[in-house]
C-alpha cells in the first residue's frame, strides 16, 4: 500500500493517478488532517499492511524510525516535482516492490536515494 502525506499537493496527486499509482492520503482517505508526525502518523503506518509512505517533511529521515512494517520515504525535491519521483522510486530496480521497500527509511533527491534500515551500520547511497 503507498500512503501519501497531507503535504504533498493536488496536482501531483493527480499526476500519479493519471500514471495508475494507486494510492491513500493522509487526511482523504486515511486518517485526518493535522496529524502528529510521530504519534499519530507511525501508529497509523502500524495498523497497515506493509505501507510505503511518501512525505516531503524532513522528519520523517530518522535512523531511529526504522520498522521492518513499513517503509518511509522522505522527498527532498522541490514541491512540483514529487509525483515524478514518486513514480521513479518505485520503478527503481532496488525497490519495485514492498518486500525491497519494507523496514527501510529513505531519502530520495536529484542526486540519488539514500537508505537507512534497521540492523544496517552505516547508510548506503544508491544512484538512480
Not at 44 to 69: A, K
Not at 88 to 115: C, E, P, W, Y
Request: overall charge positive; proline content about 2%; glycine content about 10%.
Amino acid at each position: 500500500m503507498i500512503v501519501l502525506d497531507e503535504n504533498l499537493d493536488v496536482w501531483q496527486r493527480e499526476q500519479l493517478e493519471s500514471w495508475g499509482v494507486h494510492f491513500r492520503r493522509i487526511g482523504g482517505e486515511v486518517g485526518r488532517f493535522g496529524m502528529d508526525d510521530y504519534d499519530e502518523i507511525i501508529r497509523l503506518l502500524h495498523s497497515f499492511r506493509r505501507p510505503t509512505f511518501f512525505t516531503r517533511d524532513q522528519d520523517f529521515y530518522r535512523r531511529w524510525l526504522s520498522h521492518p512494517g513499513y517503509c518511509l520515504v522522505y522527498l527532498e525535491v522541490r514541491p512540483e516535482e514529487a509525483a515524478k519521483f514518486i513514480r521513479r522510486f518505485l520503478r527503481h530496480r532496488n525497490f519495485r516492490t514492498q518486500a525491497q521497500r519494507m523496514g527501510k527509511v529513505i531519502r530520495v533527491d536529484h542526486g540519488g536515494i539514500s537508505v537507512w534500515q534497521a540492523g544496517m551500520g552505516e547508510g548506503k547511497d544508491i544512484a538512480w
